[in-house]
């Protein structure tokens, strides 16, 4: 195991934001800039593990409330990470609502940029958080995204993506996510250039 990092607790940047808002472009555009002083942790690793549900059973679950999230895992991981310590964390597979094994190691570093549809809405997640970022899109641009991006990635069809925004996404985006962008220190609203965003947090981390 790696030793704890000798500095001071690291700076916690956590980025939220509707499902295909953007958010993911702007950590990973932070993550290119803070090279290795930064390490990125993905709340999207951390959904529960179906694998003991009938795959009929997988298929109409809803992935988008909170309660979809292993949040007690994530918040140990993230105080750990805050600590010096590195992390095994998950590998969940979309495509079967599983975990699938090995676990990856993300290492503590001076930085470390979260990434999550429901960080903010969570106060106990809020809490560690040194710097709040949420990335705002309007839902047609969203909806274009995912269908794009869950056809090519989690062999899905259009008509399923539609149905599933429309059922729990949409709801639950109403309900959990855009009311949590009151606790953003930053908002980035689609259309924005992620360079220029990503700059902008950078000016706020002194």
């Keep these: ?11 916690l940047i956590g980025i939220s934001g509707g499902s295909c808002s953007g958010k993911t472009t702007l950590a990973k555009e932070l993550v290119d800039l803070l090279g290795a002083s930064v390490s990125l942790l993905m709340f999207d690793d951390y959904y529960h593990d179906l694998s003991a549900l009938e795959p009929s059973e997988r298929a109409i679950g809803n992935y988008d409330h909170p309660d979809a999230l292993d949040v007690d895992l994530f918040l140990q991981h993230l105080r750990s990470l ?31 940029v979260i990434d999550g549809i429901l960080l903010l809405h969570l106060e106990q997640i809020r809490r560690e958080l040194a710097l709040t970022v949420f990335v705002d899109a309007p839902e047609n ?19 399923g993506v539609r149905s599933q925004f429309a059922t729990t996404v949409k709801p639950m985006h109403d309900a959990f996510v855009l009311p949590s962008r009151r606790h953003a220190e930053l908002v980035f609203t689609h259309p924005f250039g992620v360079s220029e965003a990503a700059r902008k947090v950078l000016d706020r981390l002194g």
């Design 82 to 112: 805050a600590a010096g310590n590195p992390v095994e964390v998950p590998e969940y597979d979309f495509s079967t609502h599983t975990r699938r094994g090995p676990t990856h190691t993300v290492e503590p570093a001076s930085f470390v």
């Design 1 to 11: 195991m790696t030793d704890p990092i000798p500095v001071g607790r690291p700076f």
């Design 141 to 159: 641009i969203r909806l274009a995204r995912r269908i794009e991006r869950d056809v090519r990635e989690r062999g899905r069809d259009p008509a």
